[in-house]
Structure formats: structure tokens, C-alpha cells
């Protein structure tokens, strides 16, 4: 795929980018270095940092743009719902894997 903008420009970007990304990692390192303890109200924001990047990593690939409701019956979206059900009433990790793999392997033998 070709763009209209150069290598310089493509390079920059990236090269921002790194720099941005560096800059407020670095950030959390320096301050939480200089505080003692996290503030409780920081604490309990941050406890939702994993589940939050998780749902961005994911939610893509269960509902793409082009998604209409009859594209609902897809392979994926079975297992990923089977993974849901699994995980909201055991709360473990393996059974959810595992329901995902069972849930997505027989919606696409059998759809």
C-alpha cells in the first residue's frame, strides 16, 4: 500500500512516536520514584488498566467496522462469547482459554 507522504515524514512519525511513548513511561517511573505510596484513588483507576487494554486488543476482532447483524453467527464471535460466559461464571483463566478454543473450533465445524 503506498501513501503520499514521504520517508522522511514516515520516519518522523515514528520516530515522535518512540519519543512519546518513552516520555510517559519514563514519567510513571520518575514519579512513582519520588512518592512514597500511590494514591489510593490512583490505586483503584489503575486496577482497570489490564482488563481496559485487553478489551481495545480484542474488541477489534469480535466487532470489525464492516459489521452488520447478520454477521453476528461468525466463528469468532461464538467463541468468544462461549469465553465470555465461561469467564463471568468461573472467573478462570484455563476455562475460559478453553471454552474460547472449544466454542470457536466447533462453530467452525459446524457453521
Given amino acids: ?3 503520499g507522504y514521504g520517508p522522511l515524514s514516515v520516519w518522523a512519525v515514528i520516530v515522535v512516536g518512540g519519543l512519546a511513548t518513552f516520555a ?3 514519567s510513571f517511573i ?4 519520588r512518592v512514597d505510596e ?5 490505586r483503584r483507576a489503575l486496577a482497570y488498566v489490564p482488563a481496559a487494554v485487553l478489551a481495545a486488543l480484542v474488541a477489534p476482532d469480535f466487532a470489525p467496522a464492516t459489521a452488520t447483524p447478520a454477521a453476528l453467527l461468525t466463528p ?4 468468544g462469547a462461549a469465553a465470555v460466559a465461561v469467564a463471568w ?3 478462570d483463566v484455563l476455562w475460559t ?4 478454543m472449544v466454542g ?6 459446524l457453521l
Avoid at 500511590?38 to 490512583?42: D, E, F, M, W
Avoid at 482459554?97 to 474460547?100: N, Y
Fill in 1 to 3: 500500500m503506498t501513501t
Fill in 24 to 26: 510517559i513511561r519514563l
Fill in 30 to 33: 520518575h514519579l512513582f520514584g
Fill in 38 to 42: 500511590v494514591p489510593s484513588p490512583l
Fill in 76 to 79: 469468532e464471535i461464538v467463541g
Fill in 89 to 91: 461464571r468461573t472467573e
Fill in 97 to 100: 482459554v478453553a471454552a474460547g
Fill in 104 to 109: 470457536l473450533h466447533l462453530a467452525r465445524f
